[in-house]
Antibody, heavy 122, light 109 residues
Framework: QLQLQESGPGLVKPSETLSLTCTVSGGSISSSSYYWGWIRQPPGKGLEWIGSIYYSGSTYYNPSLKSRVTISVDTSKNQFSLKLSSVTAADTAVYYC??????????????WGQGTLVTVSS | SSELTQDPAVSVALGQTVRITCQGDSLRSYYASWYQQKPGQAPVLVIYGKNNRPSGIPDRFSGSSSGNTASLTITGAQAEDEADYYCNSRDSSGNHHVVFGGGTKLTVL
């Protein structure tokens, strides 16, 4: 059974960089059938796609966050990571990592991590 | 980029049928996927593609699409179906960008 687990600091200071890692177990991150993504959810609000990465390293970012986001992959560790720079209180959210399957022309995320709350505060 | 529009809230009587809709230009080119999210939990994929259910999803959940509108139908809603439901799709620009709808809060009365 595929599992994804987010890890990283739960508290980040304003103007600093948020860094999270997603560890994938029970399957290979190098499969050509999947992308790997980050999605966030501010408290009480909806889901927002942050970006996705393919095992080859190709990245796709939400245009509204593109200037501050970097997603990378480490196939040797079966992990992918998120960096979000110059954070503000508006970046406080639960951050999810998820697998995006390509079986149909859609953006289906079939496996999700449990999510990790990141609070931006001094 | 594209947008997906959902009604903020919908209610249904226990055992009745409810349809939750999602509108957006990208749905003319790409399928919607539907997610159920209960408080404090990660979203769960319930419908994808033309009308596919992942393993473990009850068959009372079904999906359909017409033009720029996708629908999630729950036939015989149960108390445990009370949750937030989100649709998503690929962006209509043809790249690999993703968009989510704003979500629909389903209340089972």
């Amino acid at each position: 059974q595929l599992q994804l687990q987010e890890s990283g600091p739960g508290l980040v200071k304003p103007s600093e960089t948020l860094s999270l890692t997603c560890t994938v177990s029970g399957g290979s991150i190098s499969s050509s059938s999947y992308y790997w993504g980050w999605i966030r959810q501010p408290p009480g609000k909806g889901l927002e796609w942050i970006g996705s990465i393919y095992y080859s390293g190709s990245t796709y970012y939400n245009p509204s966050l593109k200037s501050r986001v970097t997603i990378s992959v480490d196939t040797s560790k079966n992990q992918f990571s998120l960096k979000l720079s110059s954070v503000t209180a508006a970046d406080t959210a639960v951050y999810y990592c998820a697998r995006r399957a390509t079986v149909v022309p859609a953006a289906l995320f079939d496996y999700w991590g449990q999510g990790t709350l990141v609070t931006v505060s001094s | 980029s594209s947008e997906l529009t959902q009604d903020p809230a919908v209610s249904v009587a226990l055992g009745q049928t409810v349809r939750i809709t999602c509108q957006g230009d990208s749905l003319r080119s790409y399928y919607a996927s539907w997610y159920q999210q209960k408080p404090g939990q990660a979203p769960v994929l319930v419908i994808y593609g033309k009308n596919n259910r992942p393993s473990g999803i009850p068959d009372r959940f079904s999906g359909s699409s017409s033009g720029n509108t996708a629908s999630l139908t729950i036939t015989g809603a149960q108390a445990e179906d009370e949750a937030d439901y989100y649709c998503n799709s690929r962006d209509s620009s043809g790249n690999h960008h993703v968009v989510f709808g704003g979500g629909t809060k389903l209340t089972v009365l």
